[in-house]
């Protein structure tokens, strides 16, 4: 299955070029979401157009000439699995000694997904020592060979080279795809302390350094999620996770919100401002100007934001206490989450730009389950299987 998955499928310039219109359906029809990237020759063979109204965006043809001013990045990242077919002689050879001068080699460069080459060529091409060292070298960069097949050549001729049959193809790409729970699930995750200028050089912020956040992000990407990290702090560099840098709580909640819309799970796990500066002073205070009075004002509530969407996704917050966790079960039952999980930063070990953390689950009948203190990252295993378990109760599958 590829339900869920990014796949980028690279035409190059063959006469099988046609059947990648069909690999494109097929690998649709299989819950794949598909871009296509082709070389200049293969659009000789196969109309862009065709593709375009196939898969329901432009392909990549020109590397300069794109919408995106970095195709072949964006591409290598957004994959979840890389495929070329037809891949050409000329192409097989490009990539096999990386040479990015095209969208398709660039492409092929530019990412860390699983890579399936599918070349069909004459036979002649196709057993040349070129070729075949060059599929040799493929291969050993870990990129998977689909074998054509013998049969009708172009040109009336017959005899190996054929391109391999596009449910094979498709086939091959789910084989190459690691598997894991969270496969085609959309995560939305919020990290670090947000920042509220007094002026333009000082800010009121709070403690958080987004680890765990961070955390969180990466354990949902192993398990196969597809993350949108919305952060006021570092974040993380995973092929699945698409770090969103914000600075303000606003600047938080107008991603977060647009975000949430195609998110499954939300997990708040930004420290928000809850207040801001009402008049931000454009350029400096003057340390001989005395000291300010500094108005606040309410800032955008970010959870409460998702909780009042009418489809809104599994909700899971976070609150920072400093002692008893009376106002966390407050909370839980109050903001509308599926689970909070409260933490007391004072907690030696626990909170703040720590790398252990020590929590406690409060679901919003009341119920509080508190665990030991432990790694982070453990916290964000053991959270994700609580999700898990709790999404699985309420009826969703994966
Ligand atoms: C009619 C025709 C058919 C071709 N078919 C193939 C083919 O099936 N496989 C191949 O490797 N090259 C084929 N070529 C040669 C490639 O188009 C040529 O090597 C081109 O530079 C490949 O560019 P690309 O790899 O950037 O797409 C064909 C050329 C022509 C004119």
Redesign the pocket.
């Known amino acids: 299955m590829l339900a869920g998955r990014r796949v980028v499928l690279g035409v ?5 070029a046609y059947k990648a219109a069909y690999l494109a359906r097929r690998l649709m029809e299989r819950g794949a979401a598909v871009r296509v990237v082709m ?4 659009t ?2 196969l109309g862009p157009h065709t593709l375009a109204a196939i898969t329901g965006t432009r392909p990549v043809v020109d590397l300069f000439d794109a919408d995106d001013v970095s195709p072949h990045t964006t591409l290598g990242r957004w994959a979840d699995a890389v495929v070329i077919a ?7 050879a ?1 990539i096999a000694n990386g040479l990015a001068e ?1 969208a ?1 080699s660039a492409t092929v460069l530019a990412t860390t997904a699983p890579v399936v080459i599918a ?4 036979t002649e ?1 196709w057993q040349h020592p070129a070729t075949v060292a060059n599929v040799e070298k493929l291969e050993s960069f870990g990129y998977h060979i689909v074998q054509p097949e013998s049969g009708a ?3 009336g001729d017959v005899g190996i ?1 054929r391109l391999a049959d596009p449910d094979l193809i498709a086939g091959a790409v789910a084989g190459v795809l690691p598997g894991g729970p969270l496969i085609g699930v959309e995560v939305l995750i919020t990290a670090g302390g947000t920042r509220e200028p007094i002026d333009h050089v000082r800010y009121l912020g709070n403690h958080s350094s987004g680890k765990m956040g961070n955390a969180i992000a990466a354990e949902a990407a192993r398990r196969g999620a597809h993350v949108t990290l919305i952060t006021a702090g570092p974040g993380i560099d995973h092929p699945r996770v698409t770090v969103v840098p914000v600075e303000t709580a606003a600047d938080m909640a107008e991603a977060a919100w647009s975000a949430a819309v195609d998110a499954d799970v939300a997990v708040m796990a930004a420290a928000v401002a809850d207040f801001r500066p009402a008049n931000a002073v454009d350029g400096k205070l003057r340390r001989s100007d005395g000291p300010p009075t500094i108005d606040l004002e309410p800032t955008p509530d970010v959870l409460a934001g998702i909780a009042e969407m009418e489809d809104r996704p599994f909700l899971v917050g976070f609150a920072a206490e400093t002692g008893a966790l009376d106002e966390a079960i407050a909370k839980a039952r109050r903001k509308g989450v599926d689970l909070l999980v409260a933490n007391d930063v004072t907690a030696p070990g626990s909170g703040f730009g720590t790398e252990t953390n020590q929590v406690t689950v409060v679901l919003p009948d009341g119920s509080t389950d508190p665990w030991s203190l432990m790694p982070k990252s453990e916290v964000a295993e053991r959270l994700w299987d609580r999700i898990a378990e709790l999404r699985k109760r309420e009826g969703t599958s994966n």
């Open positions: 190059t310039g063959g006469v099988a070389t200049e020759s293969a000789e063979f037809p891949a050409t002689a000329a192409t097989l490009r095209d398709v070349p069909a060529m004459h091409m050549l172009a040109a080279g």
